[in-house]
């Protein structure tokens, strides 16, 4: 018998509702929900292939010690007992855990509860730190609290949204639909983004401002100082619910229009424009990601915003205020239970003593945290310098992820004990690990979290833990039993945790604190299990409701004002003339963090399938880098190599380059290794948008194209890099010399069986070589060498692993590369929610079909998660130009 279930997204933080079914074969299928006020039906391509990334291959299944196998007793006594004996020995700061916005609440409020309120450290900090603790920090600041006042309702009510530091389309595709939708509706709408780079989310805006890498402070400074001279500032609100406004106007104000064109680099022309369109319209949502977080400047990026919406009185009201666009599924609800190291449960703060002993007399807590741990970057330094001497590390990858990632590695090698709980027995962290916990993952999992605009929504399990994986909160408790805390850590499900972190945000809670969801401090299973989306605050007797915040001018700090914060405007320069160019990192539009789960499925990594660097043509045609050369790129943290991409959307003097891949997908592709660790001096969140570069042409002997249907092993090759594909896998490669025996080098990595049939090609003037094998009708390798980068079609050939060769004539094509007469080559991926290809959409522009939408009513290419819209245009704006020459 089949069912559906209603659950939540497991990617991004704008939180999406999804609808599961398994049918009676327990073959999972997923949509859109189209009763969750997050998406009303949407999902991006990532949530959409949410189905194709839940089998078993890689995952952990049970405990293991020094990589063998254990029960769960032995492995949780074990942890419990080195835990206890390095908190006797050298104190309760000599462990850390390191968790992660894929946590549940439930399994973030378990943790923090026992770090903070049973051993007594507060060394438990998130990948969080790497994305939003600027916007926590800068909240602070600015309102007494980390609170988000808007609602994605007002991006679709805003008569002007600027997008700062933000790629919606590819990072938040389902608000780019929403706004997108929006605008059609209203054209008059504007759009303004504010990206180094002309990101595809250009493709609805009115004005780019291509700002320089961290000039945003300079440039929101300027707007402030030109909105305090003008009509658009609200003295009264600014009288009646701020302080601090004479001293960030005293700051601002020196900067001249000479100063805001260096800083930012933008032409007068196009400030004042800004400007001005920023200060009649009244109606203005600043949303603001990545760009501006990951930034040694990012606090002061987010309160230079937050005082133009606060010297206008735009905040709080229908399509009004600054909005922060959290990265992950649950970095919010981290946050609502204190999963930062400066930070307590239910938004109280470790600072006031109040607010620890409220905590303490809630929990019971023996030994409650007196001062703020160390935060992430500082963390893994205490782990390098001995004095962290017992790491738990939670469904999160800090070895690929991390600044100065090959640094963060050898600590982790050389810290005497490691915990890693995780779904994958390998990753680029769990190897270091002397144990490792199996984890349960979404569609197994059941808890809460919370996304961008402060919506709690419940993950819902749809099916059964494989093999012994456990969830994070019970392990916790687990541990915490097993150190002697039984009566504290007696969970017996989710819903009892949910409930205690509901109860405790209300007590002695009269409205001094943004965070109170106690009308559900007594929710019992059958209400946790009917638990619909609901919008914080939700206190005590009050019916459910949706809200904003400080349009009323009430805020958090203890005089009930909000504070202008004076922030210092200056560019910092990091490259030199040994490393020439700004090194920036980010997401692709198909992928998630280190691809262990996106890695999964080969229709998501059928659109930019292997580690690349964006540079302009300028900068390429000076390094002599051609378009799909390969590139290394070096500083003095180490070098990566990676496929160059020629466009003229980055700008020149810079590069981009994904976050995304890991030891376990290329050779050398950890961008991270290539950050320094400068992190912002409030938050501590690392500078991952800027830093600096040498790049270099990659000279191969010989390039390579391989599918195959079996994942390879042990590739020895300078360059390498794999991905899923239908039927299979497809490699690159690059290697220093011409291969010796091309068939005794795909026997050693390829599980190729004695008995397949070959078929060759080799031409010695051209140094082009192919080679197929074949086991009755089925391809289970072919291999494309030549002198320069190959250009076989990669769609058409990862398609040959699921067609029959029974005959000559398709082995013969499969070893020329190309399609035989009558076969068509689909290109490459566009669409990934459809699979259409270039040569697909380039085929129907020629056939008549003019506009996007044409293209979406012929191949449906663009009509479900939007992200590809952009492309599409471009392709057929090529189409056209070409036709008119």
């Given amino acids: 018998m089949s069912i559906e279930v209603k659950t939540t997204c497991p990617y991004c933080g704008v939180g999406c509702g999804v609808i599961a079914r398994v049918d009676d074969h327990g073959h999972v299928s997923v949509k859109g929900d189209p009763d ?156 303004v983004v504010i990206d180094p780079r002309r990101t595809m989310t250009c493709d609805i805006a009115d004005l780019h401002l291509a700002v320089r890498p961290d000039g945003d402070v300079a440039l929101f400074a300027g707007l402030f100082a030109h909105l305090a001279k003008g009509p658009a500032l609200d003295q009264n609100y600014i009288g009646a619910h701020t302080n601090g406004f004479a001293e960030a106007f005293a700051a601002a104000s020196s900067l001249t229009m000479a100063d ?4 930012t680099g933008l032409p007068a022309m196009q400030i004042r424009e800004f400007f001005a369109l920023f200060e009649r319209t009244e109606k203005t949502v600043t949303c603001y990601s990545q760009g501006v977080n990951q930034s040694s400047s990012g606090t002061d990026k987010v309160n230079a915003i937050i005082n133009c919406h606060l010297a206008t009185g735009r905040i709080g009201r229908p399509g009004m205020g600054p909005f922060s666009l959290t990265g992950q599924p649950n970095a919010m609800g981290g946050r609502e239970v204190g999963g930062l190291a400066n930070m307590l449960a239910a938004h109280m703060t ?13 929990w019971k ?29 939670m469904s999160t990858n800090p070895v690929v992820s991390m600044p100065d990632a090959d640094a963060v590695k050898a600590a982790i090698a050389a810290c005497p004990f490691v915990v890693v709980s995780d779904i994958l027995r390998d990753t680029d962290t769990t190897r270091l690990a002397q144990v490792l916990l199996p984890a349960t993952g979404w569609g197994e ?50 819903a009892e945790i949910f409930a205690e972190h509901a109860a405790l945000s209300a007590l002695e809670n009269d409205g001094a604190r943004d965070f109170d969801i106690g009308a559900y401090g007594d929710i019992d299973e059958s209400g946790f299990a009917a638990l619909k989306p609901f919008q914080w605050p939700q206190p005590a007797g009050t019916g459910r409701q949706e809200t904003r915040f400080f349009a009323d001018g009430r805020f958090y700090h203890a005089d009930g004002r909000a504070l202008f914060v004076a922030v210092k405007a200056d560019a910092p320069v990091r490259v030199t003339e040994e490393f020439p160019l700004v090194l920036n990192t980010g997401r692709v539009r198909d992928h998630w963090h280190t691809l262990t789960r996106t890695g999964k499925s080969a229709r998501l990594s059928s659109h930019l399938a292997e580690p690349f660097v964006e540079i302009h043509p300028d900068d390429a045609a000076n390094l002599g880098v051609g378009d799909a050369d390969l590139v290394r790129l070096e500083n003095p943290h180490g070098h990566i190599i990676v496929r160059a991409l020629l466009t003229a959307r980055q700008a020149s003097g810079g590069v981009f380059v994904p976050m ?120 289970l390798l072919a291999l494309f060498l030549a002198p320069d980068p190959v250009s076989v079609s990669r769609n058409w050939a990862i398609g040959q692993l699921s067609e029959a060769h029974a005959d000559s004539r398709t082995r013969f094509a499969v070893v020329a590369g190309r399609p035989g007469a009558g076969r068509s080559d689909p290109g490459a991926t566009v669409c990934s929610c459809f699979s259409v290809g270039v040569n697909q959409i380039v085929a129907a522009v020629r056939g008549g079909c003019g506009t996007v939408e044409a293209i979406g009513e012929t191949l449906y290419a663009g009509t479900n998660c939007g992200s590809c819209r952009a492309e599409i245009r471009g392709i057929i704006d090529g189409c056209q130009v070409a036709a008119a020459e």
């Fill in 36 to 191: 969750h006020p997050a998406n009303f039906g949407r999902l991006c391509s990532k949530g959409s292939a949410l189905a194709e990334t839940l089998d078993l291959d890689g995952r952990l299944l049970a405990p293991e010690i020094e990589g063998r196998p254990a029960s769960w007793d032995a492995a949780l006594n074990l942890v419990a007992t080195r835990f206890a004996a390095t908190i006797a020995e050298h104190g309760p700061d000599s462990v850390a855990f390191y968790v992660s916005g894929q946590l549940l609440t439930e399994d973030y409020y378990v943790a923090n509860k026992l770090m903070k309120g049973f051993i007594g450290s507060a060394n438990i900090d998130t990948n969080s730190r790497l994305c939003m603790a600027s916007s926590v920090a800068g909240h602070r600041r600015a309102f007494g609290a980390d609170t988000v006042p808007g609602s994605y309702e007002d991006l679709e009510l805003a008569d002007l949204v600027a997008l700062v530091g933000s790629n919606l389309a590819w990072c938040h595709p389902v608000l780019y639909q929403r706004i997108s939708a929006a605008k059609a509706a209203r054209p008059a709408m504007k759009i």
């Fill in 260 to 263: 805001l064109t260096d800083m």
């Fill in 350 to 362: 470790i600072e006031n003593p109040d607010h620890r002993d409220r905590v303490q007399r809630f």
């Fill in 365 to 393: 807590a023996p030994a409650m945290v007196q001062k703020p741990g160390l935060k992430a970057v500082d963390m893994f330094q205490a782990v390098a310098d001995g004095r962290i001497k017992a790491l738990w590390i």
């Fill in 445 to 494: 999992k059941d808890g809460t979290v919370t996304n961008s605009e402060r919506r709690i929504s419940r993950q819902r399990a749809f099916l059964p833990a494989p093999g012994d994986a456990r969830p994070d909160w019970w392990k916790l408790a687990e541990v915490g039993r097993r150190m002697g805390f039984a009566e504290a850590f007696a969970y017996a499900s989710p």
């Fill in 660 to 779: 995304h891949w890991t030891d376990e997908f290329s050779v050398r592709a950890r961008v991270d290794t290539l950050l320094p660790s400068i992190t912002d001096p409030v938050s501590g969140q690392p500078a991952s948008k800027h830093g600096a570069v040498a790049a270099r042409r990659f000279a191969a002997g010989v390039y390579g194209f391989a599918v195959s249907a079996a994942k390879p092993s042990g590739l020895d090759a300078a360059y390498w890099a794999l991905a899923r594909a239908e039927g299979g896998w497809r490699v690159e490669l690059a290697f220093d010399t011409p291969l010796a025996d091309v068939e005794a080098w795909c026997r050693a990595h390829f599980a190729l069986p004695d008995a397949a049939q070959i078929l060759g090609y080799s031409d010695r003037a051209s140094g082009e070589a192919r080679i197929a094998f074949f086991h009755g009708e089925t391809l």
